[in-house]
């Protein structure tokens, strides 16, 4: 079998993957990525975060972005009944970029992966990866080419960037359990016809359902009059509606009013899907010569479009530690990746798991909210849950249970 020797594999050429390729590339690494689909494929999470545009400006993919022609965003808008709040995430605590874009992920996904190719990554679509074997000294992958040939690499780093697919967890043994309740999500991209002046296209639009909150709906317009859309409930509330994935999403969509003026000219042109159970968590983050990035180490929810944010910035600290040890130090994988990676996830764990108690739904509603903590609070939603200078960052716990006493009804 024909061996392989490079510096670092990447397995998934998705965003953490991607810019991961980038930032090794500026190190002068050799670096190859092995992705299983052709590119562009279709993924959902495509409202990102402004915090995400830090990491791919870092990794050197800003101008590929910014030139693709995508939906500009500079916030997010709230809907639950006839009451309306949102956030402009220009006006935030944290210092640092306060718009980003909706995207198509099958063309956005594509754009950084050739991006990390031109700058010499080697790009390889349709290699599976088989087996890996990180008991010796470096990690050794077995990898099926589109001919069906098997060969094997050697890399001193492996990095993966599977997302859903999660690759090494599979393979190593490493999925866990999430302590989130198992929910599914509905899903289209419908040519939404929204009459101009009727919906703010540069905010994502997350509607709450008018008698259950812990059932949402997301509206994602794109910059060609197209808009992604979606609902997010427990598994046992989806299965209430029978036929189709499309003609159950259009049921569900419904039930909320003022979602269905919105779309009542909308053409329904593609057909919907569905995905359950997509909560994942793993034992460890890194092992023996390999980290996990992104989706394939934990996935929380889509409420807040957090994953994007936490995938580039997955990439961003695995590349600094992986670039410390090329240098000759000696890299502590849990104090200088998953220690600080987590510290940001569980921020917005805690504004997720309060979100479908409710009590984050009755902050963001209040009348009389603070100007100040609306800026904090639009900072984590913009994606900063990094930022400890940030009371709601630092203390998120206790803080956000504090102000949702304050704001119940």
Not at 17 to 41: C, D, H, M, W
Not at 46 to 71: H, K, N, R
Not at 114 to 126: I, N
Request: proline share 5%.
């Amino acid at each position: 079998m024909k061996v392989e020797k490079t510096e670092v594999v990447i397995i998934g050429a998705g965003p953490s993957g991607s810019v991961a390729a980038g930032l090794l590339r500026k190190q002068g690494r050799q670096v190859l990525i092995l992705e299983r689909e052709q590119f562009p494929r279709f993924s959902i999470g495509e409202s990102l975060l402004p915090q995400s545009m830090e990491y791919i400006e870092e990794a050197g993919m800003l101008q590929d972005v910014v030139e693709a022609g995508f939906q500009y965003k500079n916030g997010a808008a709230f809907v639950r009944g006839t009451r309306y709040t949102e956030f402009d995430f220009r006006e935030k605590f944290t210092q640092g970029w306060g718009t980003t874009y909706q995207v198509q992920r099958a063309h956005f996904d594509h754009v950084l992966a050739l991006a990390a190719e031109r700058k010499g990554a080697t790009l390889r679509f349709r290699h599976t990866v088989e087996s890996v074997d990180v008991s010796g000294a470096t990690p050794e992958l077995t990898v099926r080419s589109p001919e069906g040939e098997t060969y094997r690499v050697q890399a001193r780093f492996l990095l993966d960037a599977s997302g859903f697919g999660r690759v090494l967890p599979r393979l190593l043994s490493l999925e866990t359990p999430s302590n989130f309740p198992v929910r599914g999500a509905l899903f289209t991209h419908v040519e939404d016809r929204v009459a101009p002046g009727t919906f703010d296209r540069t905010k994502i639009r997350i509607t709450t359902h008018p008698k259950h909150v812990h059932v949402w709906y997301w509206t994602i317009p794109f910059s060609n009059g197209r808009c992604s859309l979606g609902v997010v409930a427990k598994r046992e509330y989806l299965e209430q509606f029978q036929g189709t994935e499309t003609e159950r999403l259009k049921a569900i969509v419904a039930e909320d009013p003022e979602l269905t003026k919105l779309l009542k000219d909308a053409v329904w042109d593609t057909p919907a899907r569905a995905i359950t159970g997509y909560a994942a968590n793993v034992k460890s983050l890194w092992g023996n010569g390999f980290a996990l990035l992104g989706n394939a180490g934990e996935f929380l929810d889509p409420v807040f479009s957090s994953g994007v944010t936490i995938a580039v910035k997955s990439a961003s600290l695995a590349a600094r530690c992986i670039a410390r040890s090329f240098a000759g130090e000696t890299v502590d994988w849990e104090r200088d990746y998953a220690v600080p990676l987590k510290s940001g996830v569980d921020t917005f764990r805690t504004f997720v798991e309060s979100w479908y108690e409710g009590g984050f739904q009755d902050v963001i509603f209040h009348p009389n909210s603070s100007p100040e903590i609306r800026k904090m609070i639009s900072s984590i939603l913009a994606g900063y849950a990094w930022d400890k200078e940030n009371p709601f960052v630092a203390d998120s716990k206790r803080r956000l249970g504090v102000l949702e006493k304050l704001c119940a009804p």
